[in-house]
């Protein structure tokens, strides 16, 4: 219901570009996970043990516009594997 909505979104032309538009679609098409889309894989973390090793890694996230103190492990299988360096 409109009424009791507490939020307007609206297109704006300047920021939602139909490129980024044509993008966000297909990734959600492939089936990509739209929360990975706001992090960057900081770390990645190898096993101690060497029982299964895909299983136990761990990466540590960033979160974009979150200070650094909300960054957090995550299982590697959530985030991208791809360690990005900080711009």
């Known amino acids: 219901d409109p009424t009791?909505?507490?939020h307007v979104v609206a297109f704006d032309s300047e920021i939602?570009?139909?490129?980024?538009l044509a993008n966000e679609?297909?990734?959600?098409a492939e089936g990509q996970?739209?929360?990975k889309l706001y992090l960057r894989t900081v770390a990645i973390t190898e096993p101690l043990s060497?029982?299964?090793a895909a299983q136990d890694r761990v990466a540590m996230a960033h979160w974009w516009?979150?200070?650094p103190s909300y960054d957090e492990w995550l299982?590697?299988?959530?985030?991208?594997q791809v360690v990005e360096t900080e711009a």
């Open 4 to 6: 009791k909505a507490s």
């Open 16 to 20: 939602d570009k139909d490129e980024d």
């Open 25 to 28: 679609e297909k990734r959600e």
């Open 50 to 52: 060497s029982g299964d």
């Open 65 to 67: 516009y979150w200070p």
């Open 33 to 35: 996970d739209p929360e």
């Open 75 to 80: 299982p590697a299988s959530d985030v991208s």
